[in-house]
């Protein structure tokens, strides 16, 4: 019989311990998580050396399904507060994560899940220092819920933001786009999609690592929910520039694209998980192009476009014959329990 979540898993009792020891400890081997803390204390010292500014970030994720092609809720996780710190400069450190848990959860699917968010961990270079773990009744959440928090450093000279964002700037993104909003609704199976698409999932800290030491950046953004078209509308707004895209340099899976106009979806608007949107000076923009198609995480890379000084800043988007639309902020979400 497979053995499920139950009740006594949250309740602090032998059922949790147990779980906390045989799942949670076994796959993330932490120090810190090892001394079973209320929580981590971590030493300041090497932190200190490596940057002036901390910087914190937490998310929440409620993906459905849990499972799919090229990740799962607990890749997700971790590698949306890793790339929520990498996109401001910083330098991952910890990461804390909350479990909310569905009674009758299978157990060799939870085990599956934490396996999958520790070896993400690895692979980005940071540790979960501290978690917690909760069980509700069966139908008071979808299976699994995960929150992760995490800390990052931010190097001296590292000065990256909307403000940054300069007229003559060009717009790069590190490869296709709507991957995973269309990953996803593949996977939910409703509309009898066929195809092999998967998932874009990705930490992004060791590619803009490269990007940084390649040349000047002055703002990055990961487009997670709202895609592209959320990204540029916020940089327009904050920066207060015109941002104009060109649609004929928009890298885009064919699979995406007939999803897209199958289902009349904008893949600009479309979530990622593992693509960003940055903003570099035309001087230094080749540099960084050639070092993100350098890395894995960004050999389909390409400049989608450039910022210009208005009194109306917005997004626009020139066409395959010189016309241009408006690319507006998104209005509510094209499809639900993306992330």
Do not use: W
Request: aromatic letters at 2%.
């Amino acid at each position: 019989m497979t053995e499920r979540i139950t009740l006594a898993h949250g309740s602090g009792g032998q059922a949790m311990q147990r779980l906390i020891r045989d799942c949670f400890l076994t796959q993330f081997d932490s120090a810190e998580l090892a001394l079973m803390e209320d929580q981590a204390q971590l030493p300041l010292a090497p932190m200190v050396e490596q940057g002036d500014r901390l910087a914190f970030a937490t998310d929440s994720f409620v993906v459905d399904p849990i499972e799919f092609p090229g990740g799962d809720i607990g890749k997700l996780a971790v590698c949306g507060t890793v790339n929520d710190l990498a996109v401001g400069g910083a330098l991952p450190h910890s990461l804390s994560v909350g479990f909310i848990l569905e009674e009758g959860l299978p157990l060799e699917q939870l085990e599956r899940l934490v396996r999958s968010m520790a070896e993400t961990a690895r692979a980005a270079g940071v540790r979960i220092v501290t978690g917690d773990t909760k069980v509700v009744h069966k139908g008071s959440c979808d299976k699994i819920f995960i929150n992760t928090s995490g800390i990052g450093v931010i190097p001296a000279a590292r000065q990256l933001g909307a403000r940054q964002v300069r007229p003559g700037d060009k717009i790069l993104v590190n490869g296709t786009l709507g991957d995973h909003g269309a990953a996803i609704l593949q996977a939910r199976g409703e509309l009898a999609l066929s195809g092999t698409l998967e998932s874009d999932c990705q930490p992004l800290n060791g590619l803009i690592e490269a990007m940084l030491a390649a040349g000047t950046v002055h703002a990055m953004r990961d487009a997670t929910r709202g895609g592209v078209a959320a990204v540029c509308n916020e940089i327009a707004e904050v920066a207060g520039h015109r941002l104009q895209l060109k649609e004929t340099t928009l890298p885009i899976h064919p699979q995406v694209r007939g999803i897209s106009e199958i289902l009349g979806l904008d893949p600009l608007l479309m979530a990622n998980e593992g693509k960003l949107v940055a903003f570099v000076p035309a001087e230094h923009a080749d540099a960084v192009l050639a070092a993100m198609r350098a890395h894995p995480s960004g050999y389909d890379a390409a400049i989608i476009g450039d910022v210009s000084t208005t009194d109306n800043p917005q997004v626009l988007v020139e066409g395959l014959y010189g016309t241009c639309r408006q690319l507006l902020m998104p209005v509510g979400e094209q499809l639900p329990r993306i992330c």
